[in-house]
C-alpha cells in the first residue's frame, strides 16, 4: 500500500497534470483592456465564489467528526467571509457593482453540489473542496496576479496580500486530511475520485465561462 503522504504527494501531482492548459478564464497574450475586463469579471465572480464558500463549509462543519479537522473548518469560514469583503469593497471602488453580478448555472450548480454534499465522508469532502479546489484557486489566483500586474497592480497586490496566503492555507487543509484518512486502498481510491470527480465539475463550468466569453456576454 503506499503510505498516506507519497499518496497525497501523487495525487497532487494527478491533479496538476489535469489543470495543465485547462484553466481557460484569462487570456495572457490580451491586450491590457481585455485582460483588464477579465480581472473584473473574475472579482466579480469571486464575490459569489467567497460567499458561497462560507456557505458550504458552515454546511459542513455538522457533518465533520475528526476532531482535527473539523477545528480547522471555522478558520476558513472566516477567511472566506474577509475575502467576500475584500473583494467587493474593491470592486466598489473601481466603480462597480458587485451584487449585479449574475453567475452562470453551472457554477451555481457546482456549489449547490458541494452544499448538498456535507453528507458524504470528510475524506470525500475535503479532497473535492479543500484538496482539489483550493489547489485549482492558488494556481488561479497566482495566474491572476502575474496578469493584473500592469493593468491592475492594486488588485494584483491585494490578491498577493490579503488572499492568496489564505489559499495556501486552506489547501493544507485538504492535505492534512488526505494525510491522516487516505490510510488504506480502498481510501486512497475513494479520495482520488472525489478529486477528479471535483475536477471535472469545475472544468466544465471553466468551459461554460469561455463559451459566454466567446459569445462576447
Same mark, same amino acid.
Given at each position: 500500500?503506499?503510505?498516506?503522504? /507519497?499518496?497525497? +504527494?501523487? @495525487?497532487?501531482?494527478?491533479? $496538476?497534470? *489535469? ?5 481557460? !478564464? ?27 464558500s462560507v456557505e458550504l463549509i458552515a454546511a459542513w462543519i455538522p ?35 458587485? /451584487?449585479?453580478? +449574475?453567475? @452562470?448555472?453551472?457554477?451555481? $450548480?457546482? *456549489? ?5 454534499? !456535507?453528507t458524504r465522508p470528510t475524506l470525500e469532502k475535503l479532497a473535492m ?89
Amino acid at each position: 500500500m503506499t503510505a498516506a503522504r /507519497d499518496f497525497v +504527494r501523487e @495525487l497532487a501531482h494527478e491533479n $496538476a497534470t *489535469f489543470w495543465r492548459g485547462r484553466d481557460v !478564464r484569462l487570456d495572457p497574450e490580451a491586450p491590457p483592456v481585455v485582460r483588464r475586463e477579465q480581472i473584473r469579471y473574475r472579482m466579480r465572480q469571486g464575490v459569489y465564489n467567497e460567499l458561497r464558500s462560507v456557505e458550504l463549509i458552515a454546511a459542513w462543519i455538522p457533518y465533520v467528526p475528526e476532531r482535527e479537522i473539523r477545528e480547522l473548518l471555522p478558520g476558513q469560514l472566516d477567511d472566506e467571509q474577509r475575502h467576500y469583503q475584500l473583494l467587493r469593497t474593491r470592486l466598489f471602488g473601481l466603480g462597480e457593482d458587485p /451584487d449585479a453580478y +449574475r453567475p @452562470l448555472p453551472e457554477w451555481q $450548480a457546482l *456549489f449547490d453540489w458541494l452544499v448538498a454534499c !456535507r453528507t458524504r465522508p470528510t475524506l470525500e469532502k475535503l479532497a473535492m473542496f479543500q484538496f482539489a479546489g483550493e489547489t485549482q484557486s492558488c494556481e488561479g489566483f497566482e495566474a491572476l496576479i502575474e496578469l493584473a500586474q500592469d493593468v491592475d497592480p492594486e488588485t494584483a497586490e491585494l490578491y498577493r496580500t490579503q488572499i492568496l496566503p489564505d489559499e495556501y492555507r486552506h489547501a493544507a487543509i485538504g492535505r492534512k486530511a488526505l494525510s491522516l484518512l487516505a490510510d488504506t486502498p480502498a481510501a486512497q481510491e475513494r479520495a482520488r475520485a472525489a478529486c477528479r470527480e471535483m475536477n471535472e465539475k469545475i472544468f466544465a463550468a471553466y468551459r461554460a465561462h469561455r463559451a459566454r466569453v466567446d459569445r462576447g456576454a
